[in-house]
Nanobody, 123 residues
Framework: QSQLVESGGGLVQPGGSLRLSCTAS????????IGWFRQAPGKEREGISC????????NYRDSVKGRFTVDRDNAENTVYLQMNSLKPEDTAVYYC????????????????WGQGTQVTVSS
């Protein structure tokens, strides 16, 4: 019954922007850290960023620092990923996932996962 749903993906040109949303239902998002992950064809799923339950820690993969920004609105049960200056290598399915309270380094530590949203960056 507990779910995460991503939205906002699509096709953009290099240098363009997208804003992804991750909305929870069936549980209180404010008690969870939210990680963003992506998986390109033939590649392992990789962590992009994580924001802990109270926003006291926000981290980013080096390749997206300065381009991607995470924020959360607990009243709306939603976390956002703003993606700017997109590059072709950002093309992937993007997922959000919830982990109790604080960010962690293992995919196995995330309790809930969204279905993913496709981001394609191409000219």
């Amino acid at each position: 019954q507990s779910q995460l749903v991503e939205s906002g993906g699509g096709l953009v040109q290099p240098g363009g922007s997208l804003r992804l949303s991750c909305t929870a239902s069936g549980f209180t998002l404010g008690r969870y850290a939210i990680g963003w992950f992506r998986q390109a064809p033939g590649k392992e799923r990789e962590g992009i960023s994580c924001i802990n339950y109270d926003s006291s820690n926000i981290n980013y993969r080096d390749s997206v620092k300065g381009r991607f920004t995470v924020d959360r609105d607990n009243a709306e049960n939603t976390v956002y990923l703003q993606m700017n200056s997109l590059k072709p290598e950002d093309t992937a399915v993007y997922y959000c996932a919830a982990r109790h309270l604080v960010c962690g380094g293992s995919l196995a530590g995330y309790e809930y996962w969204g279905q993913g949203t496709q981001v394609t960056v191409s000219s």
